[in-house]
Each structure stands twice: as C-alpha cells, then as structure tokens.
C-alpha cells in the first residue's frame, strides 16, 4: 500500500508571507500523480495543483507552486503571498498510473492558519 | 452546474440501526467513491466504484455497505456492525480516460451517535 506522510499537523503564516508544507510519500511505482487538496472551514475539498511524475518541471498554479524531488519522494506546496483566504486544511494525495486505477491515498492534512 | 450532491448534511443514528447516506452525481464520471474523515487522519478510503454493478472495498470498509446500479449514484450505508460511526463522510467522483483527473468532493455528511 502506498503510504502519504505530511509531517506538519499545524503551520502559521503571516499574511502576505510565503509557507511551505511538507508531503512524503513511499512508492515502488515509477509513474504516478501527486496532488494538493484544499479544505477551508466549509469542508469542501478544492483542487490546488497536480504534477505527474514524469514530468520534470514543477507545476505552478498562481501564487501555488509545488517542490517535486522524485528521487526524494517529496512533495511540498509552497503557497506565496498568503492571503486570509488560503487558511484551510491541506491534503497531499497519491495516485498510482497503472491496473485502472483511479482511487486515491491521502496523507493526515495539514491545517494552514494565517495571522492577519 | 454539474456537481456531487450528497444527504443529509447532518445524520443521527442511534445504537443498532442501520443508516444510508446518499450520494448522487450528474457529471457523468465513471467512478465514485467514500472516504470517511476523523480528526487528525486525513480521508481514509471505504469503498470505491469504477463501473456500475461493481465496488470495491477499501481501506476500512468493515462495518459499511454499498452499491452501484446507476452511473449517477452510490450509497453507503453504515450498518450497526460500525460500532464507531461518528465521523465526516465524503463521496466523490471521477473520469477514468486519464489518470491527471483529479477527484471532485460533494460537500459532505456528518454523521453522529444518539
């Protein structure tokens, strides 16, 4: 089984300011997608950003960017210019590309707090 | 506006009955599936449906039950066998003509003991 490790249950950023949150995962597989989900206050899960393993060039979506070392298996979010609005619960998610297989594994979220 | 609507927002149950939570989706997605939320553990799988008439278990599916006639709907229901049923249910969806799709949520169901 595939195992997602978000190592920070809490982080605190100052508005305006950038934050950074950790995802490990542990996989055999070669070829996979990574995601973030966001899950603000209202618990609706939103979809942040995506990267595929074989691509080489890190996936940016606006002030989201991720940080994907594939031989490390890490993947961390970075999140700049903090606004009140990203405060939510993140969740780094896993999926393998093979067998036709859709389903996805989730790490523990970590929950993102910014101080006005 | 296509979407994932799930009932009811909140549920009650009280000690040895079964409960359904209801799951309904107009996006044409071919899979669906449940994850159930505690605190501090992340969505943990339940069960998941990639074709109608067919599901699979998950990762805690002990204690719950569903089924897929219709593309658009897939309930699950928590039996009294769940003896910690109190938690955050999602249901999402979907595509499976390629694996960059990401899952779309519906909002939720809250489920709590009587």
């Known amino acids: 089984a595939q195992t997602v490790t978000q190592s920070q249950p809490e982080m605190s950023v100052q508005e305006a300011e950038t934050v950074t949150l950790s995802c490990t995962y542990d996989?055999?597989?070669?070829?996979?997608?990574l995601f973030w989900y966001k899950q603000p206050p209202s618990r609706q899960m939103i979809l942040v950003i995506r990267?595929?393993?074989?691509?080489?060039q890190n996936a940016t979506e606006n002030r989201f960017s991720v940080n994907f070392q594939k031989a490390a298996k890490s993947f961390s979010l970075k999140i700049s210019d903090s606004q009140l609005g990203d405060a939510a619960m993140y969740f780094c998610a896993y999926r393998i590309t093979r067998s036709n297989d859709y389903k996805l594994s989730f790490g523990a979220g970590t929950t993102v707090t910014v101080r006005a | 506006d296509g979407g994932i609507t799930q009932s009811p927002k909140y549920l009650f149950r009280k000690e040895g009955q079964n409960v359904t939570l209801s799951c309904e989706q107009n996006?044409?997605?071919?899979?669906m599936y449940w994850y159930r939320q505690d605190p501090g553990q992340g969505l943990r799988l339940i069960y998941y449906?990639?074709?109608?008439?067919?599901?699979q278990k998950g990762d805690i599916a002990e204690g719950y039950s569903v089924s897929r006639e219709k593309k658009e709907s897939f309930p699950l229901t928590v039996t009294s066998a769940q003896k910690n049923p109190t938690a955050f249910y999602l249901c999402?969806?979907?595509?499976?003509?390629?694996?960059?799709?990401?899952?779309?949520f519906g909002d939720g169901t809250r489920l709590s003991i009587l």
């Open positions: 990267q595929e393993a074989y691509k080489q």
């Open positions: 996989t055999s597989e070669s070829d996979y997608y």
């Open positions: 999402a969806s979907s595509r499976k003509d390629s694996y960059n799709q990401p899952q779309h």
């Open positions: 449906s990639q074709i109608v008439n067919d599901f």
């Open positions: 996006l044409n997605h071919d899979a």
